[in-house]
């Protein structure tokens, strides 16, 4: 079995569980690879791993079974950015507090690793939204797990977001941007902004308003095989777009083409993950401050 382990950052005292990681790995025969990123982190830190390759090109990621995640969910996001296409499961191991996407612990490494190897998981297919213009942007890595955002910049001035779906008329915002959110991505900028919460298979984006102008306008539900268009105008003659992390800037008129990528992103989910008990944790339901 080859197994590829990413990271673009984790705390120092982390160090002990990547090389409890690669130990259990190599114990059960398995082939370490490592990211250009990650190799640099493990000789910051002078970890104690006994043997593992670099990763030269993109095109040895095909060769591997499945790729680890180090560190927490913008480090997943990270991840599936740079498996893409090529749709390698991804496990999430969580340096830090728990995630939504890196749901190991390090306290249930061994475990997750003798339940991998055993064949003991499932496969969630996660949707990605794509956006396309008549220029590239984000240097050709069109697509990202959580959400798409338009948002104004270098102005305090209002934007406004003509939309349209399917070619037909939706609607234009007047406010500080819009978010065409995922299901995965429904749990985070979409949810600060007053967007409901998605269950991951579920088959939707959702649209939610950021600040907008006029208080009856609230997000909407979508079918994720919609097409989705925008064009934006204001004062400025340029807009921030951004797909998860990664940002850029478009013109003003510039047409901007929403839809379902053609490929998904393949979490590794063990059995005892459940989505309802990670939501019920990070959002305190019946948690009360008093007691």
Not at 5 to 19: K, L, N, S, V
Not at 34 to 52: E, G, H, M, R, W
Not at 167 to 184: F, M, V
């Amino acid at each position: 079995m080859n197994i590829a382990i990413h990271g673009i950052g984790f705390p120092e005292e982390f160090t002990p569980h990547i090389e409890k990681l690669t130990k259990a790995l190599t114990a059960h025969g398995v082939n370490i690879f490592v990211t250009d990123t990650f190799s640099k982190l493990l000789k910051k830190y002078q970890a104690n791993i006994d043997s593992y390759s670099k990763i030269q090109s993109k095109a040895m990621i095909a060769d591997m079974d499945f790729i680890f995640s180090i560190g927490g969910d913008g480090t997943l996001l990270d991840t599936v950015c740079y498996v893409g296409k090529l749709e390698t499961p991804i496990v999430g191991i969580n340096s830090g507090r728990l995630g939504f996407l890196a749901t190991v612990a390090k306290e249930e490494i061994d475990e997750a690793i003798a339940l991998l190897i055993n064949g003991d998981y499932t496969v969630e297919n996660r949707v990605l939204v794509a956006v396309d213009t008549d220029k590239q942007v984000f240097n050709g890595l069109n697509f990202g797990l959580n959400e798409f955002t338009i948002h104004k910049r270098d102005t305090s001035s209002m934007i406004t977001i003509h939309t349209y779906i399917d070619g037909e008329y939706l609607n234009s915002y007047w406010g500080d941007g819009l978010i065409i959110a995922t299901p995965t991505g429904s749990t985070g900028y979409s949810l600060s902004c007053g967007g409901p919460l998605i269950t991951p298979d579920a088959r939707n984006f959702v649209i939610t308003p950021v600040s907008p102008h006029n208080l009856n306008v609230r997000p909407i539900i979508l079918p994720d095989d919609a097409a989705l268009c925008f064009k934006v105008e204001g004062r400025g003659e340029k807009f921030l777009v951004s797909l998860d992390s990664r940002s850029t800037t478009i013109d003003s008129g510039d047409e901007l083409r929403v839809r379902k990528a053609n490929f998904v992103a393949k979490l590794v989910k063990f059995p005892k993950y459940n989505f309802f008990d990670t939501l019920r944790h990070k959002l305190n339901w019946g948690f009360d401050m008093r007691n």
